[in-house]
C-alpha cells in the first residue's frame, strides 16, 4: 500500500479538519507534538503491516488521517507565538499604569481610519529585553508628519491596550479578526511619541516596499490623477489601502471588486506573459530547468511585491506547481493542484483558513473547473468573439454559482449585473495588464512616454467609470440580505444536489436534491420563528444616543443622529440583517418605557426625575445629566444603571465608582457594549 493511494485532496482536508480543532480547541504545544510523534509512529508500523497483506484494511488509512489532522493543530499552535516564552505579552499587562519603553518595527501599513494611520508592527524589545509577537499600532492622523514606512524602526514609552471589542449586535468583530493574525494587543500613539532609530536589519517586506514605492515616485511625473493611481496600484502591486470608498463602493456593487484583488486571472496572465519571454533558454541544455525555477522565482518575487495576500499566495502557489508539472512534462489534474496549493499554504498559514479572500478564491476557482466545462457545453459559437464572451459569460456565472451563498455571508448583498461588469471588463484585462506592466517597467526607467501614460490612465478612468454606472443601477443591487451560517452549508448542499442531478438524472439524486430543498425551507421557516419577538436595545454610539425596540418582527429605532451621521452609520442595518427583521419605524425618546413587567426610566441631560413613581427596573442615563447619583438611587432604588455613549467620560467613571461603592450592577456601553432587555 502506497501514501499516494491516499489522494492530496482528503489529506488537505484533515489538515483543515486539524487546523480548524487546534483554534477553537487549543491544548499545550508539547501534547499536541507527543500525540503527532506517537500518530507519525502507529503511522509507520501500519504501513509495515499494510504492504505485506493482500488485502487492503483501514488501519493505515485511519492512522495517516489521525496524523494529519493532529498536524493541523500543531501547525496552529506552532505559528502561534503567544505559545513561546519570548513573546512580549509575557512583559506586559493591560491593567498595569507602568509605562513601558517599546521598541518596534513597521510590518505593514493598512488602510488609514478616520481619524488614525494603522500599522501591524512587529515589537522587538520591552524594557531592552528582546521579545517577539504583533501588535496593531493608531497613529493620530497628523497633516504634518509623514506615513511610517515599512522597516522602519521606533522607540516610545506607552501602555499596551487591549484590542477593541464590538459593541453591538452583529458587528463586525475586529478584534476576533486581528487575533487570527495573531495580534492581541494595540499602540494608540501619536507622531510626537515616536523616536525613529537607525537599524541594520531589513526585511524581504521592507525591499518589497521599497520598490513600490520606487514605482510610484516614478508614475508620479506622468500625473495621473489619485482614482487612476490607485487602481493602477490595486490591479499591477497588490495594494488597495488608497483606493477611494467610493470606487471601492462602485466595484462591489458592480460585482467586479475581484479584478481589484490580484488573483489567478491576473497570476495566469503573469505567467503567460513570462513564459513567453522566456521561451529563448529552452534553446539551451537544461534551459527547461532553468526556465521553470525562473519562472517560479518571478512569480514569487510578484507575490512578495503585492504583500503575500490570502488570493496572492493562493494563485502564485497553484500556478508554480502548474509551472512545474508542465515544463517538466508531468500530468496534471486541476483538483490535486488545489489540493496541494492549499495543503502548502496552510502549512505555512494555517490561520488562512479563516481569510475570506482565501475561501472565495478558492471556492471560485473549483466551482470554475467543475461547473464550467457543463456550462460551455451548452452552446459553442464557431464566431470568435462570440465564443469568448459566451466563455467569459459561463465562468462569471460559474464562479457566482461558487461563491454566492459565502458572499451573501459576509456581506449580505448580491450584485445583479455582474455578469455585465465581467463581460466589458474579463476580455480586456489580459491587455489592460499586460499594458500596465509595460508602463510600470518603462516608467521606473524613465523611457515612458507621455502619450502611453495619458493613453493608460484614461483607459483606467474608462473602467472606473463604468463600474460606477453599473453600481449606479441601485434596482439591481439587493442588498441586507439576512443569511446565516447554516443557510451557507444547506445552499452549497442544495447546489452540489443541482448538479449531481443535472449529469445524471435518477431516482437517488432526484431523492438527494428534493431532501436538500426541504432542510433549506426547514432551516427558513425555523429562523424566521427564532426572530427576536421583543427585546428593547440600547446601543454603543460615541456622543449620541440610540435605543432599538424590537416587536413582532418589527424594530422601532430612537436616536439623536443628524441625517449625515445617521445615513453613514451600519448599526441599524447590521441589527436588521443579523436579527432578519425586514420592518422598521422611527421613533422618538420618552421618559420611561414598559416592557411588559419591566420598567426603563430615562434621566437626559436636563437631570428630570419624579421620586413618586414605582421604582424602575433600569435607569439610563444619557446626555451626561448633572444628577446626585446617591440621592437618586436612595429616591428610586433601581436595579440597574445604564451609561451609554453620549456621556462625558468623566461622569460615567463617576457614576461607575459610586455604583460599585453601593453593589449596584452598572453597565457603560463604551467598555461592555450594547445592553439588550429581553422581554
Known amino acids: 500500500m502506497k501514501l499516494l493511494n491516499f489522494t492530496i485532496i482528503k489529506l488537505t482536508v484533515c489538515l ?29 508500523i501500519s504501513y509495515l ?10 488501519w493505515f488509512g485511519l492512522s495517516a488521517s489521525i496524523t494529519m489532522i493532529s498536524i493541523g493543530a500543531l501547525t496552529v499552535q506552532f ?33 488609514p481610519g478616520t481619524y488614525h494611520d494603522k500599522y501591524i508592527i512587529d515589537i522587538l524589545a520591552i524594557n531592552n529585553i528582546k521579545v517577539s509577537g504583533k501588535s496593531l499600532l493608531n497613529i493620530e492622523k497628523d497633516s504634518v508628519a509623514s506615513t511610517l514606512l515599512i522597516d522602519e524602526t521606533f522607540i516610545t514609552r506607552t501602555l499596551f491596550k487591549d484590542l477593541n471589542k464590538s459593541l453591538n449586535p452583529h458587528q463586525f468583530n475586529y478584534k476576533n479578526y486581528l487575533e487570527k493574525q495573531y495580534i492581541y494587543h494595540q499602540l494608540q500613539l501619536n507622531s510626537r511619541e515616536l523616536l525613529r532609530i537607525n537599524s541594520e536589519e531589513h526585511t524581504i517586506f521592507g525591499l518589497a516596499d521599497n520598490i513600490r514605492r520606487h514605482i510610484n515616485n516614478s508614475l508620479k511625473s506622468y500625473h495621473f490623477n489619485q482614482n487612476q493611481g490607485a487602481i493602477i496600484n490595486a490591479l499591477l502591486l497588490g495594494q488597495r489601502q488608497d483606493i477611494s470608498k467610493e470606487i471601492y463602493s462602485d466595484y462591489t456593487n458592480a460585482g467586479a471588486i475581484h479584478i481589484l484583488a490580484i488573483s489567478g486571472l491576473h497570476i495566469g496572465i503573469l505567467l503567460m506573459l513570462l513564459n513567453f519571454v522566456l521561451i529563448p533558454l529552452e534553446r539551451f541544455k537544461y534551459g527547461k530547468i532553468i526556465k521553470t525555477i525562473l519562472l517560479v522565482c518571478l512569480l514569487w518575487s510578484f507575490a512578495v511585491i503585492a504583500g503575500l495576500s490570502a488570493s496572492v499566495t493562493r494563485a502564485v502557489t497553484m500556478f508554480s506547481i502548474i509551472t512545474i508539472a508542465l515544463n517538466l512534462k508531468r500530468p496534471t489534474n486541476i483538483f490535486n493542484t488545489l489540493a496541494i496549493s492549499m495543503f502548502v499554504i496552510l502549512l505555512f498559514k494555517p490561520l488562512f483558513i479563516f481569510d475570506v479572500g482565501f475561501q472565495l478564491s478558492y471556492l471560485a476557482v473549483f466551482s470554475i473547473v467543475t461547473i464550467d466545462p457543463h456550462l460551455y457545453k451548452l452552446w459553442q459559437p464557431k464566431n470568435y468573439i462570440l465564443n469568448l464572451y459566451w466563455h467569459t459569460f459561463t465562468v462569471t456565472v460559474a464562479a457566482q454559482i461558487g461563491i454566492i451563498p459565502l458572499s451573501l455571508y459576509y456581506f449580505h448583498q448580491f450584485p445583479g449585473l455582474f455578469f455585465i461588469s465581467n463581460l466589458i471588463i474579463i476580455p480586456f484585462l489580459g491587455v489592460i495588464l499586460g499594458f500596465g506592466i509595460i508602463v510600470i517597467l518603462l516608467a521606473s526607467l ?130 436588521m440583517i443579523g436579527s432578519g427583521i425586514k420592518s422598521i419605524g422611527k421613533d422618538s425618546f420618552r421618559n420611561a418605557y414598559q416592557l411588559k413587567n419591566k420598567t426603563l426610566f430615562i434621566i437626559d441631560s436636563l437631570g428630570l426625575y419624579n421620586v413618586k413613581t414605582l421604582h424602575p427596573d433600569y435607569i439610563l442615563l444619557r446626555q451626561s445629566p448633572r444628577i446626585n447619583l446617591d440621592r437618586l438611587i436612595d429616591s428610586l432604588k433601581p436595579k440597574h444603571i445604564i451609561a451609554d455613549g453620549s456621556n462625558y467620560k468623566s461622569y460615567v467613571n463617576r457614576w461607575e465608582r459610586i455604583c460599585k461603592k453601593r453593589k449596584l450592577p452598572f453597565h457603560q456601553t463604551a467598555k461592555k457594549g450594547a445592553f439588550i432587555i429581553k422581554y
Open 446 to 575: 524613465n523611457l515612458l512616454p507621455v502619450f502611453i501614460a495619458d493613453i493608460f490612465g484614461n483607459i483606467i478612468s474608462l473602467m472606473n467609470t463604468l463600474m460606477h454606472w453599473i453600481s449606479n443601477q441601485e434596482a439591481f443591487i439587493f442588498k441586507e440580505i439576512s443569511f446565516s451560517l447554516i443557510y451557507v452549508f444547506l445552499t452549497y448542499l442544495t447546489i452540489i444536489a443541482c448538479f449531481r442531478f443535472s449529469l445524471k438524472r435518477n431516482k437517488k439524486y432526484l431523492v438527494f436534491l428534493l431532501a436538500t430543498v426541504l432542510l433549506l425551507q426547514s432551516s427558513w421557516i425555523y429562523n424566521k420563528l427564532q426572530l427576536p419577538s421583543h427585546e428593547f436595545i440600547i446601543f454603543h454610539k460615541s456622543r449620541h444616543s440610540l435605543l432599538g425596540n424590537s416587536s413582532n418582527n418589527k424594530a422601532y429605532f430612537a436616536h439623536d443622529l443628524d441625517s449625515i451621521t445617521a445615513l453613514k452609520d451600519h448599526i441599524i442595518s447590521n441589527y
Open 49 to 58: 503491516f499494510a504492504r505485506h497483506q493482500f488485502q487492503k484494511n483501514i
Open 79 to 111: 505559528h502561534n507565538q503567544k505559545n513561546f516564552q519570548n513573546h512580549y505579552s509575557y512583559q506586559v499587562s493591560t491593567n498595569s499604569d507602568t509605562l513601558k519603553t517599546i521598541t518596534f518595527r513597521i510590518k505593514e501599513v493598512l488602510k
Open 16 to 44: 483543515v479538519f486539524g487546523i480548524l480543532i487546534g483554534y477553537y480547541y487549543p491544548t499545550s504545544v508539547l501534547f499536541i507534538l507527543g500525540f503527532t510523534l506517537v500518530s507519525l509512529f502507529l503511522v509507520f
